[in-house]
């Protein structure tokens, strides 16, 4: 199993870029997939992008070409780097892992490993 823990949640401007970490401890070799989720008030959570043991990374549509997912220390910290942030960007953003290989990245309730989340604001 891991544990998970984000930080770097802040408040920017439409445009501004933000870079968000998650320490991964415990085993984090053992999960195939580990991903960032946003959850807006009001809305679903919602797949942002992911890494698999692979080595492929997945997008959200919403994200892609702004937004990139990295890894490094062995796994045991998982990045996303945002750019060109949006108002709609806003949401608390979560770091999550599962081992289950099969199915949609982006399928949360897959996912058995979360962290607190972090808050992100981009004001217009």
Same mark, same amino acid.
């Given at each position: 199993? #891991?544990? *998970?823990?984000? %930080?770097? &949640? !802040?408040?920017?401007?439409? &445009?501004?870029?933000?870079? *968000?970490? =998650?320490?991964?401890?415990? !085993?984090?070799? +053992?999960?195939?997939?580990?991903?960032?989720?946003?959850?807006?008030?009001? $809305?679903?959570?919602?797949? #942002?992008?992911? *890494?698999?043991?692979?080595?492929? @990374?997945?997008?959200?549509? %919403?994200? $892609? &070409?702004?937004?990139? /997912?990295?890894?490094?220390?062995? $796994?045991?910290?998982?990045?996303?780097?945002?750019? +060109?942030?949006?108002?709609?960007?806003?949401?608390?953003?979560? =770091?999550?892992?599962? $081992?289950?290989? /099969? +199915?949609?990245? %982006? !399928?949360?309730?897959?996912?058995?490993?979360?962290?607190?989340?972090?808050? /992100? @604001?981009?004001?217009?």
């Amino acid at each position: 199993q #891991v544990r *998970l823990v984000e %930080s770097g &949640g !802040d408040s920017v401007q439409s &445009g501004g870029s933000l870079r *968000l970490s =998650c320490a991964v401890s415990g !085993d984090p070799h +053992s999960m195939y997939y580990t991903a960032w989720f946003r959850q807006a008030p009001g $809305k679903l959570r919602e797949g #942002v992008a992911a *890494l698999d043991s692979d080595g492929y @990374t997945h997008y959200a549509d %919403s994200v $892609k &070409g702004r937004f990139t /997912i990295s890894q490094a220390n062995a $796994k045991t910290t998982l990045y996303l780097q945002m750019n +060109s942030l949006r108002p709609e960007d806003t949401a608390m953003y979560y =770091c999550a892992a599962r $081992k289950l290989r /099969i +199915s949609s990245w %982006s !399928d949360y309730s897959l996912y058995n490993y979360w962290g607190q989340g972090t808050q /992100i @604001t981009v004001s217009s």
